[in-house]
């Protein structure tokens, strides 16, 4: 059954590995994808330089359209390599293999949809106006129909080219397609059978010499290449007059630089360029401008004599007031269980109300029993709620409010004028929902709540699925603990009761950590048919060190702090979450006023803190952008905005001006001081991300004001992102496209680190 050797060597190895499909559910990777594994790209911790093994299959090299030519050629001869995936969901559930020369879906379970068993297949890419012709042989066991698809792969996933009647005997069927892709050049469909919601019993289905060729490619439109970035960097929204100021140029022909007014395309100030700074992250040798000492009000451009015009940037007093306040309520349009209104916060929202969401019962995972956890906010691009995560968030503002000050209570958000801080009332919306998902019991706290699979792109109130309790895990206890402990100590003089509860939910926690963390070596996993976010962490020390010694600092009770310094080592990363979260307790502790009970560990811990943050200010300056990493993985921008909280400590434990103008470059990368071109907080900066992967935005087709995006991923996951981006250096690896989930989704825990950073510099301590 072997044809002509295909072309293209596809990318679908490695995109087997990113696990996609329509809209969302459980994936089971052909072995050939899992074998592939090790061998395709790399991000270099050193370097964040991306390496790639231009021998495997995965690999694409430039691709030539011309007649003739096979996008898709797969004749299923070898049972180690079918770069095919299988999607369940609604009930589907089936095995994918590869045996005797032909594809195989083993169907136990069709499922309720047509979609509930889908074999696929991605990373080809698609012309616009050129003629394919496909053409397969599928039969099965039974007399049955089918549906088959070529289809954008994210959003509405709305097909290239449909047969949604298409029928299959018991002998091979050929089928055989011409058409003209219309829709603009895709660089990351998916090719997909829904064989789903059928017959009702089991029964297998067979594909077999899969071919899709180019037949006239004279018109087609090239993909388009990612737009080049700006090479000149800066904050785009911009500096208030007396903050540090820098650009940075990804070019280094230049040695000056001109400031220029943009109303009257005057130069106002000039100054030199540094000698080249290596940029490891990048890969990139670039320059740097300092123009601290131009205070000027007004509204400008950097120009170099080779790079052009910057995008604009304001100089003004109160430059920030808009985007601290949208990186705030980006927090109330995700909450959950309520509904969201633009009474207050206007017209800019006026896309994003919607009615009370996720209310009905959910029931606890594995049992019969359904409980009310309604509430809370959805965690980010998904509707899902889980516990580690949204207690990253809610610490980060609740020090927010205690490091940096920033106390507005009109932001807008139901609770605004009430006498206590709009942060602290967001974050008690949280912690409402936190006491929700304590097991009255035992104390300790269910991991998530979602439903069995991610939704479609759908409202939030449209995701109706059954929603599942997922089961206590010793990370969300831990991490449940803490923040309880120190939402006990912050609200206590605005409502004691509330902080009595708190703190009582948090002993209670606790005590389960007592029992059960040690005996937990793994930490959650998804049990098999439940595909949401795992936020996966086999180590509770930390977690269990942060509740620790946050129920010393607020209760002053010594054995909490003896405990805190048993699972204290010097291994323990300086983490703010969601995975390593000792960073929190660390801060809690060295700030608080209970840190001479051991002056000996109070002077440990400090000293570490500094020799971090002394090193970090090093590598931040050699490296350029202000930002010490090389590597960049998944949500890279929450590491920023978390290394800007860590310098900031630093500052609040030295006073040093120094480290404080390093977390106010981490806000200024995060809006366009970096090497992609990018602002990364929607709606803030000419060129400023528009295309998140948030359900809510891309159901209105524009986004949601204030949202930080997960940032550029030396280790692309999803097809779209993978298809683009692959080969880049770390730093590089961005895309504003709404399918790249990896990329550019957005999160409630990528806002409230950002608010923080935010916030100390609109505070100016
Ligand atoms: O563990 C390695 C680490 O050793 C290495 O240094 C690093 C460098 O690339 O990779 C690390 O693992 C990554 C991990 O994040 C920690 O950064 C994984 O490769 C990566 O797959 C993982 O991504 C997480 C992703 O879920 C998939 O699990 C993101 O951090 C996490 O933010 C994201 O969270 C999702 C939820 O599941 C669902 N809701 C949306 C949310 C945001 O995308
Ligand atoms: O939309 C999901 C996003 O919120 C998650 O962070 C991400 C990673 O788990 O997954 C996204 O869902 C995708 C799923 O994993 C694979 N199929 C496509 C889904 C995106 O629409
Ligand atoms: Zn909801």
Redesign the pocket.
């Known amino acids: 059954m072997k044809k002509i050797v295909a072309l293209l060597l596809s990318l679908s190895m490695i995109a087997g590995i990113a696990a996609c499909n329509t809209p969302a559910g459980t994936e089971t990777s052909s072995e050939a994808s899992d074998s592939t594994k090790e061998t395709t790209a790399d991000?270099t911790e050193e370097t964040g330089e991306t390496t790639i093994d231009r021998t495997q299959p995965g690999y694409r090299e430039t691709w030539e359209l011309f007649d003739g030519a096979f996008a898709l050629d797969y004749t299923f001869e070898d049972p180690e390599k079918f770069p095919w995936s299988l999607y369940t969901e609604s009930g589907g559930k089936g095995i994918l293999a590869c045996e005797d020369g032909h594809l195989v879906l083993k169907i136990e379970n069709p499922g309720t949809v047509t979609h509930a068993c889908q074999v696929y297949h991605d990373g080809f890419s698609m012309y616009q106006n050129a003629e394919y012709q496909v053409d397969f042989d599928i039969w099965s066991d039974v007399e049955r129909d089918f549906e088959w698809r070529i289809q954008l792969n994210g959003g509405d996933y709305h097909a290239y080219y449909l047969e949604d009647k298409a029928h299959m005997g018991t002998e091979p069927t050929h089928i055989q397609a011409v058409f003209t892709m219309y829709e603009p050049s895709d660089p990351a469909p998916r090719f997909a059978f829904n064989l789903g919601n059928q017959v009702g019993s089991a029964h297998n289905v067979y594909i077999d010499n899969l071919s899709m060729q180019v037949l006239n490619s004279s018109n087609a439109v090239d993909i388009e290449p990612l737009p080049p970035a700006n090479p000149i960097a800066v904050n785009q929204t911009g500096y208030r007059p007396d903050d540090p100021k820098s650009c940075f140029i990804d070019c280094i022909d230049d040695s000056t630089f001109d400031i220029v007014d943009v109303e009257t395309d005057k130069v106002v100030y000039t100054g030199d360029l540094s000698e080249p700074i290596n940029c490891r992250g990048a890969l990139a040798n670039i320059k740097q401008g300092d123009f601290s000492d131009f205070k000027e009000p007004g509204t400008y451009v950097v120009r170099t004599a080779t790079s052009g015009d910057s995008y604009k940037f304001t100089i003004a007093k109160d430059v920030y007031n808009d985007a601290l306040k949208a990186s705030i309520l980006m927090l109330y349009t995700q909450r959950c269980g309520c509904e969201v209104t633009d009474e207050k916060i206007g017209e800019d929202y006026k896309d994003f109300t919607h009615p009370a969401c996720h209310t009905g019962e959910a029931l606890i995972y594995g049992t019969d029993t359904k409980i009310d956890v309604s509430g809370g906010w959805h965690?980010?691009?998904?509707y899902?709620r889980y516990v580690a995560p949204g207690a990253k968030a809610v610490a980060d503002l609740l020090m927010t409010y205690t490091d940096t000050g920033y106390k507005s209570d009109k932001l807008g958000i139901p609770e605004s004028g009430n006498g206590t801080p709009d942060i602290l009332d967001e974050a008690r919306y949280e912690l409402d929902w936190m006491f929700k998902m304590q097991d009255p019991a035992t104390g300790g706290v269910y991991h998530k709540v979602t439903c069995a699979n991610f939704p479609a792109t759908v409202m939030p109130e449209e995701e109706t699925d059954q929603l599942l309790v997922l089961p206590i895990s010793t990370t969300a206890t831990g991490d449940f603990a803490a923040a309880m402990a120190m939402a006990a100590r912050v609200y206590k003089p605005f409502d004691k009761k509330f902080a009595d509860k708190c703190l009582e939910a948090a002993k209670k926690a606790y005590a389960y950590m007592e029992a059960n963390a040690e005996a937990d070596k793994t930490g959650f996993i998804n049990p098999d048919d439940v595909a949401?976010?795992?936020?996966p962490d086999a180590s509770n020390k930390d977690e269990f060190f942060w509740a620790a010694i946050e129920l010393f600092v607020t209760t002053g009770d010594n054995a909490y702090l003896e405990k805190a310094k048993s699972l204290y080592t010097v291994s323990m990363e300086l983490g703010l979450g969601w995975?390593e979260m000792g960073l929190y307790g660390i801060h809690s502790y060295l700030l608080s006023d209970k840190n001479s009970a051991d002056s000996e560990f109070t002077e440990e811990l400090k000293a570490r803190i500094l020799d971090e943050v002394k090193i970090d200010l090093v590598s931040a300056k050699r490296d350029g952008y202000y930002n010490k990493m090389a590597?960049f993985?998944?949500?890279s921008n929450l590491t920023i905005s978390n290394n800007g909280i860590l310098y900031y400590l630093g500052y609040l434990l030295t006073n040093d001006k120094e480290y404080r103008d390093l977390t106010y470059y981490q806000v200024d990368y995060i809006m366009g001081m970096n090497i992609t071109g990018y602002s990364f907080l929607t709606g803030f900066g000419e060129h400023a991300a528009e295309n998140p992967h948030h359900r809510p935005s891309q159901n209105k087709g524009h986004a949601v004001p204030g949202m930080v995006v997960?940032g550029p991923n030396?280790?692309p996951?999803d097809p779209y992102a993978i298809s683009v981006l692959m080969g880049l250096p770390g730093a590089r690896c961005y895309v504003d496209n709404d399918t790249c989930?990896s990329i550019n989704?957005v999160?409630i825990y990528w806002n409230s680190p950002f608010v923080y950073i935010l916030a100390a510099k609109v505070q100016n301590k």
């Open positions: 991000d965690d980010a691009g998904d899902g949401t976010g795992e936020y995975i590597s993985p998944w949500g997960g030396g280790k996951e989930y989704e999160a």
